[in-house]
């Protein structure tokens, strides 16, 4: 977004996709390799509107946890650049607004929708949406701008290889994680959308749909 812009209509945000979760086993299993790439698309195409782009940061300070400040891994992950003028926000709870101040910097552009994406899926990602929905905006899910992976059963012996967790028939599948999200927020808290529908080429003045 350009530093002169005072006012955005939607706003991209882009939640977690941070090293710290590439630094877990689980990151083998991750729902969507093409994660970045989409992300990418959606960044491309938000500041080629002149849009907000929004990048929000996880942390646990002083748990001494991949998400802990002091091990270095709270950036964005290999692939991804904020553009000079995007707000980077650190969050410490699993929405992106009760620890932020990212309401009152959509409040003061007028912004109207938010998009969603990130890690994972389920959790900061279906919650963010959720909040936004409560907080009067208009929400786009972005399904395949989001990921997430295997969760294990409630009552499954901790410290489980990767390997055996996804062998535990109790274990629910990114597919799974993925349609439950989509079913519990299409029609209620947000529109699901994908990356393609997004940033296809828009018609032209005369009608005709862009290269």
């Known amino acids: 977004m350009n530093n002169a812009n005072t006012t955005s209509n939607s706003a991209l945000i882009v939640i977690d996709v941070q090293e710290s979760f590439r630094q877990r086993a689980n990151w083998a299993a991750t729902s969507n390799p093409d994660l970045v790439r989409n992300v990418n698309r959606l960044v491309a195409a ?3 509107k002149g849009e907000l782009v929004v990048w929000i940061l996880h942390s646990e300070p002083g748990t001494g946890t991949v998400f802990d400040p002091e091990r270095g891994f709270n950036r964005p992950i290999e692939g ?3 553009a ?3 707000p980077v926000l650190t969050k410490t709870s699993h929405n992106a607004f009760t620890t932020t101040n990212l309401q009152q910097q959509l409040t003061q552009l007028g912004t109207r929708e938010v998009l969603i994406s990130g890690i994972r899926t389920e959790q900061c990602c279906e919650t963010t949406a959720r909040f936004a929905s409560d907080l009067g905006y208009d929400v786009t899910f972005v ?3 989001t990921a997430t992976h ?3 059963h409630r009552d499954a012996p901790a410290g489980r290889t990767l390997e055996e967790i996804l062998a535990d028939p109790r274990t629910l599948t990114t ?3 993925t349609a ?8 209620r808290f947000a529109r699901i959308a994908t990356t393609d529908e ?3 080429a828009g018609p032209t003045q005369d009608g005709t749909e862009g290269n």
């Open 46 to 48: 938000q500041r080629a």
């Open 80 to 82: 991804l650049e904020p």
């Open 84 to 86: 000079a003028g995007e």
């Open 143 to 145: 399904t395949d701008a």
């Open 150 to 152: 295997p969760i294990e």
């Open 175 to 177: 597919d799974a994680i």
């Open 180 to 187: 439950r999200t989509e079913y519990a927020l299409a029609g």
């Open 198 to 200: 997004l940033t296809q």
